[in-house]
Every structure is written in C-alpha cells, then in structure tokens.
C-alpha cells in the first residue's frame, strides 16, 4: 500500500528553514574504525559520542578489538552511554586445500575475556548485551543450501553456549544473542529457544521496497517474528535496520530524501509499537566510497546531521484507548496469527468482542492509539477511515495520513463520528456476526438510534486484576509491598493495577506508585516507587500468549511470584513453563 504524501511531506521538511530532529533512536550501530584496518582515537570517539548522546542513549558495535573497546568503553561510560557488545564471527570454510573464510570467534572471544578480567569497563550496569554473530548465517548460507547444512546453525550455538557459560562463571547477566536475518530465524526455529532475546534484521531496500513502503513492511515481517518469540517466552529487538542516502541501488531510491521518508516513518513506527531497533548507522563510513553501507549514517562524515535526518518529527506519544460498545470492545485484526504460524486472511478487518482476559494472544487488537482526530490500530499498524461516495460509507484499516479527512473522527454523544461530512457514524451490529462469532461493526448515518452507544476510555485509567496459580491468587500491594494473596483485602484498590502499554508502566490501584525493579539480577526484589516515565526500571512488557510480565529493560527477567503468599514479588530469568510467572492479566470491569 503506497503513501503518496509521504515523499510530498518529506520534501516539506527538507525545504523548511525550522526543523529538527525531535525523537530519539533506541540505538544506533557505531563503527570504531576510521578505516578498515585501525581504531579511532580517544578524542575521536569523545567527540563522536558527544553528538550521538544527543539522539540516543545506546550504541551497538560488531566486534571486540581489545584497544578499541576499551576506549570506547572509557568514554561511553562518560558520555552516560550503554554499549551492546559483538564478537565477530564467520562460519570456517575451505575451497579444495586453500583456507577460505576465517572464523575470527576465538580472537574476538580472547579480547573479550581480557577485557572482562583485566579492566572494569565489563559491567551489568554499562553493557546491555552482548551478540556472538552478526549475519553469519547469512553469510554462510545464502540462497543456496538449505536446513539440512548444519554446520553454520552448529557453530553460531556453539558460540553462543561458550559465551553465556563465560559469562555465568563471571556473574555477569546481560543478554547473549545471535544476530540474523528474519529468514535465518525462520529456517532454523531452534534460534528462537535457543537465545536470551530474539534479534533479527531488516533492510527492506535489499527486498526492493521502495522508501515510502518500507516501515509498514518491516512491521509485518517484525509481527510475524515477535509472535513466534513470545511464544517461546522471548522479547524481541530489530538489530539491524536503516536506509541509505547514496550508492548504487537498482532496485529502489538511495537519496537522501529517501532515507528521510524511511527514518520518518519507522521513527513513527518505533514509538507507537514500542519497537527497540539499533539503526545504521551513527556516521558515513570514510572508506567504501561506492558502497550503499558508506551512506546510511544519520550523520554526514563531519558529525554533521543531513538535513532529511534533522527534519523528522514525530510528534509526542499517543494516548492508548479502548473503544467501548456495551459490554464489547472495537477491535483491528493482527497481521499474524498469534494461535498458528501464518498470516491472518482478516488482516485489517475491524470487529467487536469481549476484552481480551489471560493468555489471548490478541491483546493489541482492542488497543488504539488516539491523538485528538486519528485512531492508529496497535495490531494492525494502520488507521481507521470511513470511505464512500453519496449516502453509502464503509469502514476499513488504511495506512495513516494526518491529511486525510476520511481517518479524522470524535467521540461525543455516544457517537464515533466520521468527520469526511457524510454524517455517518461508526456502528457496532448485535445482531449479524462474522464467521468466526464476532460483531459486526460497520458505518450508518449519525441520526439512527444505536443500541450500543460508543465510548473511548483511556486504557492507562482501567484498573486490571493480575492473577497467578490456580488458587485465586492476586497481585496485591499491601502496606507499601508487593506480594501475592488468595485472601481479597477490604480495599479492592489494593488489587488493582493500572497498565500503560504506551510508556510500560505498571501502577498500583491504592498508592499510585509504580512497580520498580532495580537491577537486573536473579531474586531482586520488586518494589514500588514514584512513577517516572523515563525511568528504565520501571518498564514492562506483557507477554499476551504465555502470561509472562517481561522486564523492558532488564532482557531475559520476568516478575516472579514466591512459592508462599505474602512474600514479596520478585525478578526471576524468564521460564515460560514455571507457573510462578504464569500471571493472568484482565480487566476489572469489562463494561463501559
């Protein structure tokens, strides 16, 4: 589906004498080499992270060169920078006697465990994680051979065991990955299990995507894979993402107007799916001259930022909301199945149903992201429009356009009501249903009488009962703690939580503070502090197949419940079959 305006509006920007950059990137992908074969320099690096901490907090390099890594180390940690590590390795191969690609694993493993053992730059507080391959499978696969190799599969996981077992001997618990492709993680699913967090890549440019498609298509492609971590109980990062400004592309445009479009709207993309992606790069690259990777930095060379960069603005965060019809919640259907492996054949469709409660896997259905005109669909990364000609309209999921007058509505007088001047107004029908049970919703003038008004209610307002076992137990803050219980307190507030999945707070209904874990590490405690929507400990992700609550930040933590009642909650690494984090997660009242 095409975005005409997205070029139109880009060009805008670019002509604009008052523009600049006004969101961060979760993490941009920085090379420490000013040419391929040396580091750059301590002043180098200060100056490179003295500008880059003005449009991120986190960086991701490919591999461990001992001198580089520790400069580096050195200055992002006073530049106030976290680093995502990389050993670099390949998958050994030979033509007839001649050595042909050379695993460098034991080399960079060797820099990694001097770093570790010989400096303090090595720290559960500095490093978010660490990847024992970027793209080796890839590279070592190809198109060419199939699932039945499995010497590049074998190798990138004995990489990774050695990795975590080093860093277990050495109590450190940031996250272990293998980066690849969407289509490695595909063809080998043991990836999935195998990993602390799923890390995939997509350059879209390289599937000839045009600039003005590509966000929307890497949504679809990041959908399918998130469903299939989540139900392996994983989070998921897109590793590897960007557009390039120049170079030789045949297939799509490499401009610097393109590489606007794309960072624009994936920019959008990120901050409405809460979507952690590292983007290449931070810089143009001084060497490759002729090479499409030289030109994707945000960055020109001299730290400068392009102007089609500077000029993306995305605007402030989304209000989430539920829409209310009755007893029944208007819903968007998912891109992927969340209860099989294929693509929904009602994608985009909308409908009514009851709210999710538990493991349903389609949370995101009933959740819309509301800005004052616009409704965007979580599931379905789309927007609602009304559309017709003379005394007929319809209702359907399109790609969003803040100029389009067909996505503008407003909820009044139990009316969702289109503004496109046909006076026609969103209707829940009780009494037709789609083929799988669920009500019809559609379009009728604004002057019918409805059975069901409409209503739109914050989802961060909706008090929320969180279950664990069999036995009735909630999740209960009592006396300022956060424990379990199977006994209902006087105060029903006190099993109340109130769930933003906008900026992945999790509020307490009877103090208003919000869970907060301080460190990421087996047992630590959960406790409850003033609500901060910046602040990383206190972000959490609701696993809507599996029960489990995710830390954000903490990768490859989830909230545990002790085996007594009355103890206090507390951070465990991420079981999906342990019934301690097995949490059920409903409304309190699912009624408008």
Excluded at 146 to 158: A, H, K, N, Q, W
Excluded at 410 to 419: D, H, P
């Amino acid at each position: 589906m095409k975005v005409p305006s997205s070029l139109a509006i880009a060009a805008a920007f670019a002509a604009s004498s008052v523009a600049a950059l006004d969101a961060k990137f979760y993490g941009i992908i920085y090379s420490i080499f000013p040419s391929e074969f040396e580091c750059k320099d301590f002043d180098t690096m200060t100056e490179d992270l003295k500008i880059l901490k003005g449009v991120t907090n986190n960086i991701r390099v490919y591999s461990t060169y001992f001198e580089c890594i520790t400069t580096l180390l050195e200055v992002a940690r006073k530049s106030d920078i976290k680093v995502w590590l990389g050993i670099w390795s390949d998958v050994e191969t030979s033509i007839g006697s001649e050595q042909g690609v050379v695993d460098r694993f034991q080399l960079d493993m060797a820099d990694f465990k001097e770093l570790v053992e010989d400096t303090e730059w090595i720290q559960n507080e500095n490093i978010l994680g660490i990847q024992v391959s970027s793209d080796a499978l890839r590279r070592y696969y190809g198109s060419t051979t199939g699932s039945s190799d499995r010497r590049g599969i074998d190798t990138v996981l004995r990489h990774l065991k050695t990795v975590r077992s080093y860093l277990g001997d050495h109590n450190l618990t940031f996250p272990v990955v293998i980066s690849d492709i969407m289509d490695m993680y595909s063809r080998f699913p043991e990836l999935y299990e195998a990993v602390d967090l799923v890390a995939v890549t997509e350059h879209a440019y390289w599937d000839e995507i045009s600039p003005e498609d590509a966000a929307h298509y890497i949504f679809k492609q990041f959908q399918e894979h998130q469903t299939r971590a989540k139900r392996v109980g994983k989070l998921i990062q897109l590793f590897e993402t960007g557009w390039s400004s120049g170079g030789n592309m045949s297939d799509t445009v490499a401009t610097p107007l393109a590489q606007g479009v794309f960072t624009q709207d994936f920019l959008t993309l990120a901050s409405r799916q809460n979507m952690n992606a590292f983007f290449y790069g931070a810089f143009d690259l001084t060497y490759r001259t002729d090479d499409l990777e030289s030109h994707c930095g945000i960055h020109y060379v001299n730290r400068t930022m392009k102007p089609d960069m500077n000029a993306v603005h995305v605007g402030a965060p989304l209000q989430a909301v539920r829409l209310w019809a009755g007893d029944n919640v208007i819903k968007a259907h998912r891109y992927w199945n969340a209860d099989d492996d294929s693509v929904n054949e009602n994608f985009g469709r909308v409908y009514a149903a009851k709210p999710s409660a538990g493991p349903s896997g389609v949370w995101d259905d009933e959740i819309w992201l509301w800005n004052d005109e616009n409704l965007y669909s979580k599931s379905s990364n789309l927007c609602l429009e009304s559309f017709g000609e003379g005394n007929t309209q319809a209702l359907r999921m399109r790609q969003c356009s803040k100029d389009n007058r067909d996505q503008k509505w407003i909820v009044a007088n139990g009316n969702l009501a289109s503004q496109n001047d046909a006076n026609f107004c969103v209707r829940v029908d009780v009494d037709p249903t789609t083929p799988d049970g669920n009500l019809v919703v559609d379009m009728s003038p604004c002057n019918e009488q409805r059975k069901h008004p409409i209503s739109k209610f914050p989802v961060a307002r909706e008090p929320l009962e969180i279950g664990i076992k069999t036995d009735g137990g909630v999740l209960t803050e009592l006396s300022g703690k956060v424990t379990w219980q199977t006994t209902r307190q006087s105060n029903a507030e006190n099993h109340q939580w109130l769930y933003d999945p906008v900026i992945q707070s999790i509020k307490s209904g009877s103090n208003n503070f919000c869970l907060d874990a301080s460190k990421g590490m087996d047992g630590e405690h959960v406790a409850l502090a003033d609500c901060a929507p910046a602040n990383e400990n206190q972000k959490w992700d609701v696993n809507d197949i599996t029960g489990q609550i995710h830390h954000a930040t903490h990768i490859g933590f989830c909230l545990g419940a002790p085996d007594e009642v009355d103890e206090i909650v507390y951070l465990a690494r991420c079981d999906k079959d342990n019934a301690n984090q097995q949490w059920n997660v409903k409304l309190v009242n699912a009624k408008a």
